[in-house]
């Protein structure tokens, strides 16, 4: 990756960032934490990777993003706005009675949503089910999904998990952000899922641990999930919950809390 | 009505029937192929058989995947688990997406018999019909079963297709099928029987035994629960004046509350409705289980002369 990319990057994180904030403050209420931590991720998926074309959301040989901790809507509705799926106006209507921007990912009503997510644990079966229809159907397109450290404490991660492996879904790619907290706390003080790498090398899978912050490390990740034939890969994704907005950062409280008018001046300052 | 056959078995010969013209169908299953009889399309298809494993949650989200990427997946599994183990699945993965998935759940009800009470669902059509946009059919016979895997396969959207362990006798011949449409298998007047599924046999001959006591009446079939057919519902209670519904499945929630929410509101008759009460199954031979949960042709009799005495 070459510097101008590397910088065209950060700045499309920041806007999504804004995004995020523009729309949770706006709202009220849904989570920022999640969001700002997967943001650099989605940033990297949708300004760089995916093809994709906004203007054609269902081409059937498009690479598809499953949203599998599908509270982080706010990032991914930031992400779609910046690509163009609709106008960043839309942003300020999140969770409202009259918008499509719902507060989990509705594929039925939010153009550029490839699977309605939200439900923890639901989304990776209905990514590994996207894969397998691209594998049965000689398509080329390849499939992300990001799950949360959290959301791994569900069982149906782990049969998706296993069915991926068994049906060696090499064109799929699961983003594991772990920003280590859930709403209760810390992850490993609520029931430990860790440790990911060993569970998912037991499972079958290609194993890589990055700092998801980091868009080389992320796109090397990536090139080497692509080449890796025969096995999905998980990308273990170090991320900070929170992250850009200092007050936020690490903190647990930031899961599912909009920020107030002040803080939103803080964030939007801290952002630009 | 001599040869009986579970319909479960013209789920699977119908699912290899389709296979060769429908090129999107694809079939999953639970690790219970043998039993609901996906088996046969394994043998026919294998490149588009799909076995999920002991993990009918991931099933569900599996289908939905495959739909959203254009296929027409029929996830199969006993109705405790598609219904009852994967609501939620079904619910968030499938229903509110609007997804082209179709369920086809075997071992219904009651018949399942001696497994007992852990494996025979009677809440699945209450569950299934709370799902906005979820069409439900339960057919009769092997005849409706198979014309039912069909007209859930040329149609959009998410379709619940219940089939049975048990077999029964074809009784639905020479009938059109139409998703949504009720079948009136005999003409009557005093009282109409509307049966679902595996009632539907013991409802025609709750008709004969009530025609020997000069009680002329009339029998619905009713394969599609939901979206449900409103018009012939409410002219039978016009014309007839009582309705007994009899269905294998709990009397909370599936076709007799159906019935009792259309005519309610549009044309109260007096009712009765037949099928397993407030209770869990058990294990046991079939007929033996049927006798001692109501769910005979008898009873069915007994329950319409309860209501021709209300009408007095």
């Known amino acids: 990756m070459n510097n101008e990319t590397r910088a065209r990057l950060c700045e499309k994180a920041k806007e999504i960032r804004r995004g995020i904030i523009e729309g949770t403050h706006s709202a009220g209420c849904g989570h920022p934490g999640g969001s700002l931590s997967v943001t650099d991720i989605l940033t990297y998926l949708y300004f760089y990777e995916m093809r994709i074309d906004p203007a054609n959301p269902k081409d059937e040989n498009r690479d598809r993003f499953v949203l599998s901790k599908g509270h982080a809507a706010p990032a991914l509705y930031a992400t779609l706005a910046a690509r163009g799926y609709f106008s960043p106006e839309h942003l300020k209507t999140l969770r409202k009675t009259d918008s499509f921007l719902q507060g989990h990912p509705d594929m039925k009503g939010t153009p550029g949503v490839d699977m309605s997510t939200g439900s923890l644990g639901l989304g990776i079966s209905a990514a590994c089910g996207i894969a397998l229809a691209g594998k049965l159907s000689g398509r080329d397109y390849r499939v992300y999904c990001a799950i949360g450290d959290g959301e791994s404490e569900e069982g149906q991660v782990w049969e998706a998990a296993m069915f991926a492996a068994h049906y060696g879904l090499d064109n799929l790619t699961v983003f594991l952000d772990l920003n280590g907290l859930q709403i209760d706390g810390k992850i490993t003080d609520i029931v430990d899922p860790t440790p990911h790498d060993k569970k998912f090398l037991a499972f079958n899978w290609n194993v890589i641990t990055i700092d998801g912050h980091d868009f080389d490390e992320i796109d090397e990740a990536v090139r080497a999930a692509k080449a890796q034939k025969g096995k999905p890969t998980v990308i273990i994704a170090k991320t900070i919950k929170g992250k850009g907005v200092s007050y936020m950062e690490n903190q647990v409280g930031w899961h599912g809390k909009a920020p107030n008018d002040e803080q939103y001046d803080v964030a939007m300052g801290e952002l630009n | ?312």
Not at chain 2, 45 to 72: H, Q, S, T, V, W
Not at chain 2, 138 to 155: H, L, R, T
Not at chain 2, 217 to 222: G, T
Request: glycine share 10%.
């Open chain 2, 1 to 312: 009505m001599a040869d009986k056959k579970a319909t479960r078995e013209a789920y699977g010969d119908t699912l290899v029937e389709l296979g060769a013209s429908v090129p999107e169908l694809v079939v999953l299953d639970a690790d219970l192929a043998e039993a609901t009889k996906t088996c046969k399309f394994k043998a026919a298809y294998p490149d588009r058989f799909i076995d999920c494993g002991i993990a009918e949650g991931n099933m569900m989200g599996i289908a939905a995947g495959l739909a959203a990427a254009g296929k027409i997946p029929f996830a199969s599994s006993f109705a405790m688990f598609a219904a009852g183990r994967a609501f939620e699945q079904v619910r968030n993965c499938i229903g509110y997406p609007h997804l082209n998935v179709k369920i086809g759940a075997t071992h219904a009800g009651l018949t399942v018999g001696e497994d007992g009470a852990t494996h025979q669902c009677n809440e699945d059509i209450a569950l299934m019909r709370t799902i906005p946009g979820m069409t439900i059919v339960n057919p009769a016979d092997c005849i409706e079963a198979a014309a039912a895997v069909k007209a859930a396969a040329a149609m959009q959207g998410p379709v619940y297709l219940r089939c049975g362990r048990f077999a029964v006798p074809n009784v639905t011949e020479g009938q059109p099928f139409e998703i949504g449409r009720g079948v009136t298998l005999r003409p009557g007047k005093d009282v109409t029987l509307v049966a679902t599924g595996f009632m539907v046999h013991l409802a025609l001959e709750a008709a004969d035994i009530l025609a020997e006591d000069g009680i002329s009446a009339r029998v619905i079939d009713i394969h599609t629960i939901k979206p449900i057919d409103r018009a012939l519902l409410v002219k039978a209670a016009k014309e007839t004046g009582a309705v007994v519904t009899a269905e294998e499945h709990s009397v909370i929630g599936g076709l007799g509350s159906a019935v009792c929410e259309v005519l309610s509101e549009e044309c109260p008759v007096p009712m009765r409705r037949v099928g397993v009460e407030d209770k869990f199954g058990r294990s046991g031979k079939v007929p033996e289980l049927l006798a001692l949960y109501g769910l005979t042709a008898e009873n069915i009799a007994s329950k319409a002369k309860e209501t021709l005495f209300m009408k007095k």
